[in-house]
């Protein structure tokens, strides 16, 4: 029994160092390619997990932000990495932790609005009364809306953006507090970094004009 526990103990060390060598050489390796680009890298950073992590609707337990890509592309600031969570559940013996990943970028997008998600529709968002609609059937079955000024999320989304909308169902979006939250399940790999940039890009320059009027704190980003 007491060798069956030593080898066990020997091979979750040697599984941890494994691992820890291999986040170091992942973080030198974001590290160079950021650098190619002008922007910075932070393997980890805190002051934002808080925000970030609420943000994508993640848990309250050891909530990080980490591998940080941090820059400008064509004049539009921006961050994005992963989000990061543990929830636990159980106790005693039958206590057990599981940790969850989300993938996210994050541009500044200065609209006076609390709160307004518009995320991937799927059968347990079907199950519950949902008191945002638009008059396009198809993209109510592809989207869940919700916010608190429901003015705002009707002006927001016209035609042409709930058209846009259309061709990105495979991501989640969260209006809040001067920022565009863009994410989806997963840690994000330093090749999906333009993606998901390109998308913020058009997301922001097809907000219609009379909404940056409306709900604007600053002028509105060149077209």
């Known amino acids: 029994m007491e060798v069956t526990l030593v080898i066990i103990l020997i091979a979750v060390i040697g599984i941890a160092v494994f691992s820890n060598y291999l986040q170091k050489k992942k973080n030198e390796e974001n590290q160079r390619l950021a650098a190619?680009?002008?922007?910075?890298?932070?393997?980890?950073?805190?002051?934002?997990?808080?925000?970030?992590?609420?943000?994508?609707?993640?848990?309250?337990?050891?909530?990080?932000?980490s591998m940080v890509f941090e820059g400008e592309k064509e004049?539009?600031?921006?961050?994005?990495?992963?989000?990061?969570?543990?929830?636990?559940?159980?106790?005693?013996?039958?206590?057990s932790s599981r940790t969850y990943y989300r993938k996210v970028a994050m541009i500044p997008c200065r609209l006076n609005v609390h709160e307004v998600r518009i995320q991937k529709e799927n059968f347990f968002n079907?199950?519950?009364?949902?008191?945002?609609?638009?008059?396009?059937?198809?993209?109510?079955?592809?989207?869940k809306l919700s916010g608190s000024d429901p003015r705002f999320v009707h002006a927001l989304l016209d035609q042409q953006?709930?058209?846009?909308?259309?061709?990105?169902?495979?991501?989640?979006?969260?209006?809040?507090e001067g920022w565009l939250y863009i994410y989806d399940e997963g840690k994000l790999e330093y090749e999906e970094l333009d993606h998901y940039l390109e998308i913020a890009r058009e997301f922001r320059e097809r907000v219609p004009a009379f909404v940056w009027e409306d709900y604007g704190t600053t002028p509105p980003p060149a077209r």
């Open 161 to 176: 953006m709930q058209q846009w909308f259309m061709t990105h169902r495979d991501k989640n979006f969260m209006l809040g």
């Open 126 to 143: 079907n199950i519950f009364n949902r008191d945002l609609k638009t008059e396009w059937e198809q993209f109510n079955e592809a989207w």
């Open 36 to 65: 190619l680009q002008g922007y910075s890298y932070h393997p980890s950073y805190p002051s934002l997990a808080k925000q970030v992590v609420a943000a994508v609707q993640g848990g309250h337990e050891s909530r990080r932000f």
């Open 75 to 95: 004049g539009m600031p921006f961050l994005a990495g992963t989000a990061r969570w543990t929830v636990t559940t159980g106790s005693g013996k039958n206590r």
